[in-house]
């Protein structure tokens, strides 16, 4: 079964736009990541946040994570046609597998 | 290799045959993990292995799934009397010591049941 859920499922926006996702989660965890994929296969890994991180920054992504929450929000800047492909969330279980949980994934089109 | 490298790419098969599945990790990674990823949807977790053995094996379908790791590097997923079902992208993951490191993943073997 999956932990997290993203929202929107899917998003449309201009380019030079911002584009924000969201996702929430269900359970404890240690890390939470991002990846992104393009065309059903492989995964790109975009960031990790710690449990103990509210917000981290890489290039024109920014990641925060509300623990009490339990939701985490990616947002991209200045966006471009490049950028479309699915993004997900993913949590690990909190234990030592560290076995990842993800989403089902927010679709982005960045329309030039 | 630089990064982890799974073969093949697509294999079509017909239902009630066996297929193997091949992921070479990154090269020192102890963790390895193997995913599905049905249309659509997210990946699910199906095994992690640490070294040789399978830590965690919870998200197995069923006893027709099995994998092994035998030298503690490349692994195989075997899959027997397959189902239509059981057509998905294949992912597999290979992670380092350290609790903050990432999981890297292949580009997948598209398995298709006919």
């Known amino acids: 079964s999956q932990q997290g859920e993203e929202d929107p499922q899917a998003l449309s926006i201009q380019e030079g736009e911002n584009a924000t996702m969201n996702c929430s989660y269900k359970?404890?965890?240690?890390?939470l990541q991002w990846y992104r994929q393009n065309s059903g296969r492989g995964l790109v890994h975009l960031i990790l946040?710690?449990?103990?991180?509210r917000e981290k920054h890489s290039g024109r992504l920014r990641v925060t994570l509300d623990t009490s929450k339990k939701s985490s929000s990616l947002l991209i800047t200045a966006s471009r046609a490049a950028d479309t492909a699915s993004y997900f969330c993913?949590?690990?279980?909190?234990?030592?597998?560290?076995?990842?949980?993800f989403g089902s994934g927010t679709r982005l089109l960045v329309r030039p | 290799g630089a990064g982890v490298s799974q073969t093949p790419s697509n294999k079509v098969t017909e239902k009630g045959k066996y297929v193997e599945l091949r992921c070479d990790p990154i090269s020192g990674h102890t963790a390895l993990y193997w995913y599905r990823q049905s249309l659509g949807q997210g990946p699910e977790f199906l095994i992690y292995?640490?070294?040789?053995?399978?830590?965690?094996d919870s998200g197995l379908p069923n006893d027709r799934f099995f994998a092994v790791r035998p030298e503690g590097s490349v692994s195989t997923l075997k899959i027997q009397r397959t189902e239509r079902g059981d057509s998905a992208v294949y992912l597999c993951?290979?992670?380092?010591?350290?609790?903050?490191?990432?999981?890297?993943f292949g580009p997948g073997t598209r398995l298709t049941v006919l």
């Open positions: 292995f640490q070294g040789t053995g399978a830590a965690d």
């Open positions: 993913a949590t690990d279980a909190g234990d030592s597998s560290y076995k990842l949980i």
């Open positions: 946040i710690r449990s103990n991180e």
């Open positions: 359970t404890s965890i240690n890390n």
């Open positions: 993951a290979s992670k380092g010591a350290s609790n903050t490191d990432t999981q890297y």
